[in-house]
């Protein structure tokens, strides 16, 4: 019974190509998470959802979007792939309800993104 | 913005007590939480502190100073298994109630 699932774990692709990397949850949880983690371990949020908001770090460059096709996923689709974007890349989920939010996320087992 | 600061790395030997110590400067906080992470592995949550104060969980403590801006993290009887980095996180008001995680804190125990 996997919590937070995520598709592929690993994802090798050239420069300039267009990916998108799948997240589910089966917690039931209202809010969805993606981060990116750089080769120095440096964890970084990216994007969180709900049925109502995205709040989306403003670091990230626009070839970056997420899609939520419903509630319990929340999938990345990144453009013209660089360099730079290699990395791992974590989705989570938490229980934020009515502004008393519950602080333990759940994290995906991540994938691991290399371009080439 | 937001900051944060631990030690890169920790040693110490099985069986001891290890504290790791998390500094953090953020204009809308409002907890502090705490993962770990194995080599390969997803970051695994620990604990939060809302409050100031110690919260303890088995072997692993986490306290937290508002007025300080400081919080840690202490794992006594330090096992084999508790190698791993530890995270500790903001959750920061003025960025959407979100989590801005620390560097990270290499934990290696000794035998």
């Known amino acids: 019974d996997t919590a937070v699932s995520q598709t592929p774990k690993y994802l090798v692709t050239q420069m300039g190509n267009d990916k998108s990397i799948k997240c589910e949850q089966n917690l039931g949880h209202d809010t969805m998470y993606w981060y990116k983690q750089d080769s120095k371990k440096f964890l970084k949020i990216m994007f969180s959802y709900n049925n109502k908001e995205l709040i989306i770090n403003e670091t990230v460059p626009n070839r970056f979007s997420p899609k939520s096709p419903d509630k319990a996923h929340l999938n990345l689709h990144i453009n013209s792939l660089e360099l730079g974007d290699s990395a791992v890349y974590f989705c989570?989920?938490?229980?934020?309800?009515?502004?008393?939010?519950?602080?333990?996320?759940?994290f995906g087992p991540g994938t691991r993104l290399t371009v080439l | 913005g937001q900051s944060l600061e631990q030690p890169s790395e920790v040693t110490a030997v099985e069986g001891a007590i290890v504290q790791i110590n998390c500094t953090y400067q953020?204009?809308?906080?409002?907890?502090l939480s705490w993962y770990q992470q194995h080599d390969g592995g997803a970051p695994t949550f620990l604990s939060y502190?809302?409050?100031?104060g110690l919260e303890e969980t088995g072997r692993f403590s986490s306290f937290l100073s508002r007025s300080d801006s400081y919080g840690y993290l202490l794992l006594q009887e330090l096992q084999m298994k508790d190698s791993a980095s530890y995270f500790c996180?903001?959750?920061?008001?003025?960025?959407?109630?979100?989590?801005?995680f620390g560097p990270g804190t290499r934990l290696s125990v000794l035998p």
């Open positions: 502190n809302g409050l100031d």
């Open positions: 953020t204009s809308g906080f409002y907890g």
């Open positions: 996180a903001v959750r920061d008001k003025s960025y959407g109630q979100n989590f801005v």
């Open positions: 989570a989920s938490s229980q934020v309800d009515r502004g008393r939010s519950y602080n333990e996320q759940f």
